[in-house]
T-cell receptor, first 111, second 111 residues
Framework: KNEVEQSPQNLTAQEGEFITINCSYS?????LHWLQQHPGGGIVSLFMLSSGKKKHGRLIATINIQEKHSSLHITASHPRDSAVYIC?????????????FGTGTRLTIIP | DVKVTQSSRYLVKRTGEKVFLECVQDMDHENMFWYRQDPGLGLRLIYFSYDVKMKEKGDIPEGYSVSREKKERFSLILESASTNQTSMYLCASSRVNTEAFFGQGTRLTVV
């Protein structure tokens, strides 16, 4: 079973700062997901990636398959970015749809 | 927009009651999932369905069952609710090997 670890667990930053959240996993994967959960519970998928880098607005996700590591970056952070960010990985075999989740990083952006 | 709808946001049930949590998706996704989310433990998979009437146990199926009679609907059943099933329950759906879409969550309290 894959072990997924995120760091830091909690992060508080000032508005405008560059944010990095890290995710490491122990076993090879077919894809890695970054998710965002706002207070109230709903979860939104931000990225799904299996190699390289993806960018959407102020969010950038990178993955290094050899090092079993991914990072989520937020540029010019804003209070509305305050949320829990969750990393999840899918196993290496095609058709294995089950995800293993990290415990999340709670991000708070102060105006 | 893909929509995954859970029947209740908040639910309070008594110990020993049979509880039904309903989830409906409108994008003809093959896969549907039920997770529970507890502080410090992250999301854990209860059951997964990859087709109508097909199901697989997740990491924590004890005390739960599921039903998928139609492609768009996936029900989670607590046969005899207990206080340790107090949790946030999240439903998700996806196509094969793609990002998952989550419902808004049901916060269940068993008293």
């Amino acid at each position: 079973k894959n072990e997924v670890e995120q760091s830091p667990q909690n992060l508080t930053a000032q508005e405008g700062e560059f944010i990095t959240i890290n995710c490491s996993y122990s076993v090879g994967i077919s894809a890695l997901h970054w998710l965002q959960q706002h207070p109230g519970g709903g979860i939104v998928s931000l990225f799904m990636l299996s190699s390289g880098k993806k960018k959407h607005g102020r969010l950038i996700a990178t993955i290094n398959i050899q090092e079993k590591h991914s990072s989520l970056h937020i540029t010019a952070s804003h209070p509305r970015d305050s949320a829990v960010y969750i990393c999840a990985v899918r196993g290496p075999n095609f058709g294995n749809e089950k995800l293993t989740f990290g415990t999340g990083t709670r991000l708070t952006i102060i105006p | 927009d893909v929509k995954v709808t859970q029947s209740s946001r908040y639910l309070v049930k008594r110990t020993g009651e049979k509880v039904f949590l309903e989830c409906v998706q409108d994008m003809d996704h093959e896969n549907m999932f039920w997770y529970r989310q507890d502080p410090g433990l992250g999301l854990r998979l209860i059951y997964f369905s990859y087709d109508v009437k097909m199901k697989e146990k997740g990491d924590i199926p004890e005390g739960y069952s599921v039903s998928r009679e139609k492609k768009e609907r996936f029900s989670l059943i607590l046969e005899s609710a207990s206080t340790n099933q107090t949790s946030m329950y999240l439903c998700a759906s996806s196509r094969v090997n793609t990002e998952a879409f989550f419902g808004q969550g049901t916060r269940l309290t068993v008293v």
